[in-house]
């Protein structure tokens, strides 16, 4: 149950019993509760802010050079600047279709630059991200909508030559919004990020983001990994739990780029723990350019 938007906001908890997971909603005042605090500033989208206003024109992302080979469009770049524009034309897609904070997105897609700016835009809303592998199919994705209360499921309509997004979206209940990524929309899929985001329903977006402080302890990832029985199973992760595995990394090096081998979606635990740490939220803090 979600509260009403002025008056106060559902701080989403996450815990695992057994193979369900298990939301824990605390009411929150936002007429009494700070919109800022310490703890708001290390989060994936406060750091994300906080690289647009010091790298600014710097190249934030590089997609693999052999894109074309394997996925819809053409090797790019973006700057800081470019991409903070391109998250927050998706997050007010995301928002005017209904994504709210501590909504559940599974994303299962490729290692391109849509891809960063998916995560980027699930987090600046607060809803939380639920990456699975590519390679997960009808299967696997049923048992992840079993575990876990979905709210969006969001692919692609190319990837190797076939659509993801029409092969796996039958996995999913009729109340699952479906986003698809690409140059066709897939029957029954809303297609994104296309179009530059819509002045009134950017401000609406900006205004909820605004309201709705995200804190180190909101939960930021579901990981998945295959159970004993070959069934996903889930662990949620939060801010800090990603930052912790950062420690390491804390001083950047100008012109620094970090290569990211591994698929976008490794964060199951516990083996591929340090994958989006160095990955993603290192990045992140080093405001250096990320090379997929």
């Avoid at 979600?2 to 908890?13: D, E, S, V």
């Avoid at 605390?26 to 906080?50: M, Y």
């Avoid at 897609?93 to 994303?107: H, M, N, P, Q, Y």
Wanted: charged share 20%.
């Amino acid at each position: 149950m979600r509260c009403g938007p002025l008056k106060a906001h559902a701080l989403h908890r996450w815990i695992a019993r057994g193979s369900q997971l298990v939301s824990i909603n605390a009411q929150i005042d936002v007429e009494s509760s700070p919109t800022k605090s310490w703890d708001s500033r290390r989060t994936a989208s406060a750091l994300f802010d906080s690289a647009v206003k010091k790298a600014k024109q710097n190249i934030a992302v590089t997609d693999p050079a052999d894109r074309p080979s394997f996925s819809f469009g053409e090797a790019h770049a973006l700057s800081y600047t470019e991409l903070d524009t391109a998250v927050w034309s998706l997050t007010s897609e995301l928002f005017s279709a209904g994504i709210r904070r501590g909504d559940i997105i599974t994303v299962q897609m490729p290692n391109i630059i849509e891809t960063i700016t998916v995560f980027l835009a699930v987090q600046r809303l607060g809803a939380v991200l639920s990456p699975v592998p590519m390679l997960y199919g009808f299967k696997e994705l049923e048992a992840v909508a079993k575990s876990v209360p979905v709210k969006a499921y969001i692919s692609t309509d190319s990837y190797r030559g076939r659509s993801t997004v029409s092969k796996n979206q039958a996995a999913f209940g009729s109340d699952v919004t479906i986003f698809a990524f690409g140059e066709k929309r897939p029957e029954a899929a809303q297609l994104i990020g296309h179009m530059a985001a819509d002045i009134e329903a950017l401000a609406a977006c900006e205004a909820y983001v605004e309201l709705y402080a995200q804190t180190t302890e909101d939960a930021a990832s579901l990981c998945w990994s295959r159970g004993a029985d070959g069934v996903p199973t889930v662990t949620p992760r939060s801010h800090s739990d990603w930052l912790n595995g950062t420690a390491g990394s804390e001083k950047p090096v100008e012109d620094d780029t970090a290569l990211g081998p591994f698929p976008s979606e490794n964060m199951a635990p516990p083996e591929n723990i340090a994958v989006i740490g160095p990955y993603f939220y290192s990045w992140l803090k080093k405001k250096n350019r990320l090379v997929l």
